[in-house]
């Protein structure tokens, strides 16, 4: 189990490296929680900056410390949604992505590729970059320093997954759903919208087939705070991931939900479509 130490070793080693941070840094109790939940806030605001070798030494420890306490899931130890046909190499599982074991959990990133920079914000992007550590916005960083540009809507990159228990992590951007009514809850998607959305399924399916990987996670991409309508980005990540895995037979996919809500969507969405 990670100590108290170990956590505060951290904090001042970022917080040397970021000493603007100091005093609200101060508003954190000393306990091991409250320091742990600093940690998460350093290294959500950490811009993707060469790091010391003494730092990510004593990151990963943590983490892959962490990660065994929170128990690992074994993806390929999850029953398939249904016994025969596509529903084999289906599993509907809800819990957190970032104890996965599968060879890919996917990532529904925003455009700069760079994981969420507000501290201890809920959000999926911020989830995996916390748990995966800062090698993983370095990762990204060099992704879009070599692309030099914007990552668009629908596409997919790969990196290494780090100190996450997934062999790679597959970041796509989802489309962002805006308010079109007299009330800011109006969410209505365009046709080009479910395309995007689509698309994104479907890139990522490809993406793990070209790294002849046969396990991939995935989030509910957009339905956060991209805001399209949960049933809607259900009806297409289901109909968008069974086409593709008619051309991959071997490839198993985990549709992870967290909420309650969720798992009642897939879970009749999936039997409308099976």
Known sequence: MPTKEQIDELNEILLDEMPRYRLQAEDFAPNKEDRRQLLRALMNVRPPNPVGEDFLQKQDALLQAESIECGIVDG???????????????????????????????????????????????????????AAGVQLRLACAEIMRRQGYEEPTGRAKITPAFNLPSRFVLHTVGPIIHSRGLYDDDFAPTAADAMMLSRCYKSCIDLAAENNLVSVAFCSISTGEFHYPRREAAE?????????????????VVFDVFTDEDMTIYGKVLREKL
Do not use: Y
Request: hydrophobic content about 45%.
């Open 76 to 130: 390929g130890s999850l029953p398939p949604f249904a016994d025969s046909g596509a529903g084999k190499q289906i599993v509907l599982w809800q819990g957190d992505i970032t104890r996965l074991k599968v060879d890919a959990i996917v990532n529904a990133a925003n455009s700069a590729l760079l994981g969420c920079f507000i501290p201890l914000h809920k959000c999926i992007d911020n989830a995996i970059h916390s």
């Open 236 to 252: 297409i990540a289901v109909k968008t991931v069974l086409d593709e895995l008619q051309k991959h037979p071997a490839m198993k």
